[in-house]
């Protein structure tokens, strides 16, 4: 039997989601809602959706819905997660999925407390290339010592709501949660502190240095005043070192792989925002609700990308280094 979902939220990331729903075999779309019912109509005419709403809570309250995926503006996230859980619905939260670390810790303890799924949308480690980065870590150059994330963005793409620290949670919890919770997924393990240099805000450029303990160490370096948007991975371990240079948010790139015995580089086309990555959170969340497989983002996973953000901001704020 197929996990039905409601689509809570329509915007130009739902369609980029979309593809994901689409090619998932267990997952079964028969809800849609925004808070503009013609955006809703719109959409479900386009993907063939049997039902559209104006009204989150009427999908809430939906017989024909098992699941929601909460895709509306970060600072609604928290209170639409919550009133999802307590109506028996699993969700599928977007990043962040809180704009303060209590309140995605309440939600991870609310869904455990009612035995329902919660996973997160933090798709950069379910991309081609970068989600084999752990097993080639560990087989070529491990173990890990250092790692460095380089991001470039455009501050036009980064409008309305999203430019708006007070409702997407600034530079750490919308821009670059995706590299923090890289970060920590690479290391297999949780941060001691963190400390924060620039701003939150939009255009303003800012680097998170995130202390694993044992000496080893992440820096998430992102620009706003270079051109295009591009991430730059770098993994050095004690045999060797990985680095990818990859085109945002749906591009190819390079890959290198170097150890004593020499360099290898590859192309790879890593799409980290591309229809193949959708299909793996999707399919992966279907499987825990239909048979209690592993999440491919779990709930504790996204409450420590919004512990390590949270972290960042209060050192912005403060100029020194703070425990998440």
């Not at 990331?13 to 729903?21: D, L, S, Y």
């Not at 933090?122 to 560990?138: F, H, K, N, S, W």
């Not at 750490?172 to 920590?184: F, N, Y």
Request: charged content about 25%; glycine content about 12%; overall charge negative.
């Amino acid at each position: 039997m197929p996990v039905r979902f409601g689509i809570l939220g329509v915007s130009w990331w739902t369609k980029v989601v979309w593809p994901g729903f689409a090619a998932a075999e267990e997952a079964e779309v028969t809800w849609v809602a925004s808070r503009t019912e013609a955006n809703a109509r719109e959409f479900a005419a386009e993907h063939g959706i049997p039902r559209w709403t104006g009204d989150y809570d009427a999908v809430l309250e939906a017989p024909d819905v098992d699941a929601v995926f909460v895709g509306v503006p970060n600072h609604l996230h928290h209170a639409i997660a919550m009133r999802s859980l307590d109506r028996g619905k699993h969700v599928l939260q977007e990043k962040p999925m809180a704009l303060t670390a209590e309140e995605a810790a309440a939600q991870a303890r609310r869904a455990r407390e009612l035995g329902l799924v919660l996973g997160v949308d933090q798709e950069t480690r379910l991309a081609e290339g970068v989600r084999d980065l752990p097993g080639l870590i560990a087989d070529r150059v491990g173990p890990l010592r250092k790692v460095l994330v380089g991001l470039t963005l455009s501050g036009g793409a980064w409008g309305g709501w999203r430019g708006d620290p007070a409702l997407s949670g600034g530079t750490p919890l919308e821009m670059v949660i995706h590299q923090l919770d890289l970060a920590r997924w690479l290391f297999g393990r949780d941060p001691v502190r963190v400390f924060a240099h620039g701003g939150d805000v939009a255009g303003q450029d800012l680097t998170v240095l995130i202390d694993f303990g044992e000496g080893d160490s992440a820096i998430i370096d992102v620009c706003w005043r270079c051109i295009g948007f591009r991430q730059r991975i770098e993994c050095y371990g004690e045999r060797g070192y990985v680095v990818q240079d990859i085109g945002m948010p749906d591009g190819s790139g390079w890959q290198t792989v170097a150890t004593a015995g020499g360099a290898e580089r590859r192309k790879v086309a890593f799409a980290v925002q591309g229809p193949a990555t959708f299909a793996r959170l999707v399919r992966g969340f279907c499987g825990a609700v239909a048979r209690g497989e592993p999440l491919p983002v779990a709930a504790e996973d996204g409450v420590w990308a919004v512990r390590i953000g949270v972290a960042a901001r209060n050192s912005l704020r403060r100029g020194e280094w703070v425990r998440p």
